[in-house]
């Protein structure tokens, strides 16, 4: 194509560096407004940090290739020099030789790709001028333009992402490729695609949207050719990096095919979980690898059991295209792909399909993407807070002139202990009409209100005639400051979100602004300050003690209080009345609470007390085997709303069974409606004891490390799981479903012994029951009529 001066704006998928006859280029990838592709090189940056200016000499003795001196200063107002090196890789080098002489570097540690950004203050979206050129190659591939050294500033940006699902079928011990489908959804010019490639040696006739392929290299070529053709941007799945692109890159390596799966040069790398926890990581060329399961949890959504088949019945109301209780489902998917070949590749088709319509349900893309904009990290990397907090703050100092310590150096190193919020004892028993007052946005609230800042702290030992002087002594200026002023664009932008029903922006910065006290009270922070977390901390628990006193000084009883939030009597029988009274005293106690920190500080408030919700009953549990109130755990019926809520009690944990759920659920509905619970408590009992509940007896539990690593004692879910690997060979999951039976514990896929259902009348159906049965004075032996004394299993 004819090459012109062009301005657009596109949105920036991928940002890295290849380095060139020894120069390294930057290189962004992303997809413009208008729907094409492309692709940013830019060569005319240094890789760079900075030390103090009276330590350049050492930077050169250490091997820099020039030091400059600049006009920025350290968070102490020093002077620094910028010591630039030839690649990035150089960087760490000398680094480390001036940490190793004792001489403190700022920056060193920031991503050269990442600083590139930093410097221009683009997060996500961008405008690019420059003369683009045709990036696509012969077979299709590559980016439709490409742009050479252009100009690049921020800019807000809405462009078409492409998202492809994809899934493998192989045999049980993942050593042969039997299928890779594919699915994506319609979406402008983008077709839907919904198909199977199936390796298939024997040639049979194939099904619908299947394609057959005589061996594994076949289907890897076929596949890397729709990838091609169909041109995502983002590639998802379940578990698609630690199992699915793991061993495709394992089988390419085998039958020597390079497998090009991305939109220029370079091959697709996987780095592996840090820890047993922890997910891998893939980097291909030009296209973004975003895994279902971390999309999930990187949104803070929480499900019992995270198999795409859990999820997606929970999600979408439908599971895996594998009919009944199929305990081996490896054998069954073989038994297929050898017998049943329509039945096979519906059900490949299905795990793809599946896995896209949980992402898109959730939304889950579009606030990767939405927390891209707001952060300014690519969407695969907007969950590490930490390079989020830092790319924000980073390009905020930059523009004041400022730079920070390198993560490591003698200025970010924390030895000082942390407080946490403050919890009140509950009073125990049922309680009616209970206001909840919630604190809103406490935390981030807190940093507005007293400019609580890493820029506006000032260290012991300085003197300053003005300060901020918090509960726990440390001192901030009255200056404007960065979190801050963060938070002030933040807060009306989340209400506007928020009144435009806009859920995905709304939760991405909510996500974001709840994210600045975690990160700045994490040591591997380079901005990490005790005093400053403590600050924040401190005054949260400052202002709930205020907070009850003012309550109680009003003549309603505080029962309880957790952090940001108080549950106080109202001591009314209507709760219309109730919650009129709620509404109002919230706003009195609003602008109290600016009232005194206006005499106090001098500082204008931004705190907000919510009248959250009314319990029309609460049950606040007594700890157990103990005395006092148990804290942050409770139950209540909430006026409008629809069946008890339950916080921190079993029926909200992963690890206990369905029965104890239920039961719980049953047994508070039951107390609350004022009906009895004794006939329901020995009937079920019973059930258990006849083997009509056995379906409800799976406990699941997840493993924190391998199963070599547990020596010290071996946890019933980790037996369980040793004796699933045993007969089934390969890696258990990470989530281990497991019953109680008369042997110990085993496996729910492999179960061989009839459960040990005295086990779960111990320690499922008493534990929940029996915090009910004392507040309304019953025993539980004596309810559900055992004269026998039962042992503890």
């Known amino acids: 194509m004819h090459n012109f001066e062009m301005e657009i704006c596109g949105f920036i998928l991928q940002a890295s560096y290849r380095v060139t006859s020894g120069v390294p280029v930057v290189h962004l990838f992303g997809r413009l407004e208008d729907g094409r592709s492309f692709l940013v090189r830019d060569k005319r940056s240094k890789p760079h940090f900075y030390v103090a200016r ?17 006009r920025k200063r350290t968070f102490a107002g020093d002077p620094v020099a910028r010591v630039e090196v030839s690649v990035p890789q ?43 050129r045709s990036g696509r190659a012969a077979d299709g591939g590559g980016v439709d333009l490409v742009f050479d050294e252009p100009e690049i500033t921020p800019a807000e940006v809405t462009a078409p992402i492409r998202t492809l699902a994809f899934d493998i079928e192989t045999d049980a011990r993942a ?82 095919y390079p497998f090009p799966l991305g939109r220029g040069p370079g091959n697709m790398r996987i780095r592996a979980a840090e820890g047993y926890f922890g997910s891998g990581q893939a980097s291909i060329p030009g296209r973004l690898v975003l895994d279902g399961m971390d999309l999930v949890r990187g949104a803070f959504l929480r499900f019992d059991d995270m198999s795409l088949d859990a999820v997606s019945r929970e999600v ?33 088709r299905t795990d793809s399909r599946l896995a896209l319509d949980v992402v898109n349900r959730l939304n889950l893309v579009d606030l990767a993407v939405a927390r891209s904009q707001l952060t300014g990290m690519t969407p695969d990397r907007v969950a590490a807070s930490i390079a989020s907090f830092d790319f924000l703050y980073l390009t905020e100092l930059s523009r004041q002139g400022v730079v920070a310590p390198s993560v490591g150096s003698s200025d970010s190193r924390v030895h000082a202990t942390q407080a946490g919020g403050h919890v009140f004892e509950p009073v125990i028993g049922v309680h009616e009409n209970v206001w909840v007052m919630d604190f809103k946005s406490l935390y981030p ?92 901390t401190g005054q949260g628990r400052h202002f709930l003690q205020w907070t009850r006193s003012w309550f109680e000084s009003r003549g309603y009883p505080v029962l309880y209080g957790d952090t940001d939030s108080v549950f106080v009597g109202s001591g009314l029988s209507d709760p219309d009345e109730a919650c009129l009274l709620g509404e109002s ?132 879910h980790v037996t369980a799981a040793r004796r699933l690997v045993e007969k089934q060979g390969g890696s258990p999951p990470r989530v281990i479903a497991y019953l109680m039976t008369e042997l110990g514990p085993e496996p729910a896929e492999a179960l061989e012994h009839a459960p040990d259902r005295e086990h779960y009348v111990e320690k499922q159906v008493r534990p929940v029951a029996e915090p009910v049965l004392e507040a309304l004075g019953l025993d539980f032996a004596q309810v559900i009529g055992d004269d026998r004394q039962m042992g503890l299993f």
């Open 54 to 70: 009276d330590a350049g000499a050492a930077a050169t003795t250490a091997g820099a290739s020039t030091v400059l001196p600049v």
């Open 316 to 348: 979408l109301g439908e599971g895996k295209a594998l009919e009944g209780d199929v305990k081996d489902r490896a054998g069954e998917i073989m038994a297929r792909y050898q017998e049943d070949l329509d039945g096979f590749a519906f059900y490949a």
């Open 90 to 132: 150089d960087a760490p080098v000398v680094r480390d030789k001036l940490h190793e002489r004792g001489i403190p570097t700022y920056e060193a540690d920031v991503r050269f790709a990442v600083r590139y950004l930093i410097e221009r203050g683009v997060k996500g979206g961008c405008r690019i001028s420059g003369e683009p």
């Open 445 to 536: 609230s807190l940093m507005r209100t007293f400019n609580i800042d890493p820029v506006a702290y000032i260290p012991e030992g300085v003197d300053s005639t003005d300060a901020i002087e918090l509960e726990n002594g440390a001192r901030f200026r009255r200056e404007p400051a960065i979190l801050p002023g963060m938070l002030d664009v933040l807060f009306p932008q989340r209400e506007a979100a928020k009144k435009a029903g806009d859920e995905v922006a709304s939760q991405a910065i909510k996500i974001l602004m709840n994210s600045f006290y975690g990160v700045l009270g994490t040591p591997a922070c380079r901005f990490h300050n005790p005093d400053i977390a403590n600050a924040i």
């Open 175 to 256: 050593d042969r490729l039997l299928a890779i489908s594919l699915y994506a959804e319609a979406n402008g010019d983008q077709a839907e695609v919904d198909e199977v490639l199936i390796n298939d040696p024997a040639g049979r006739p194939m099904p619908e949207r299947a394609t057959g392929l005589p061996d594994e290299r076949a289907v890897l070529t076929a596949f890397c050719e729709r990838i091609r053709a169909i041109d995502p941007d983002v590639l998802t799945g379940w578990n698609v990096i630690d199992f699915d692109l793991t061993v495709l890159a394992k089988i390419a390596a085998r039958v020597r």
């Open 585 to 716: 005293l919230a706003a009195e106690m609003t602008q109290a609470v600016a009232d005194y920190i206006s005499e106090r500080w001098g500082v204008a408030s931004r705190m907000e007390l919510e009248f959250e919700k009314l319990y029309t009953k609460l049950f606040l549990p007594s700890v157990r085997h103990g005395t006092g109130g148990a804290r942050k755990r409770y139950a209540g019926l909430r006026d409008g709303g629809d069946g008890v809520e339950f916080v921190g009690m079993e029926v909200v944990r992963r690890d206990w069974t369905e029965l104890a759920k239920q039961v719980q659920r049953e047994l508070y509905t039951r107390l609350f409606a004022g009906e009895p619970v004794d006939a329901y408590l020995s009937d079920v009992v019973a059930k258990l004891r006849d083997g009509a509940m056995d379906e409800h007896l799976v406990y699941r539990k997840g493993l924190r490390k391998s199963l070599d690593s547990y020596t010290a004692n071996t946890p019933p």
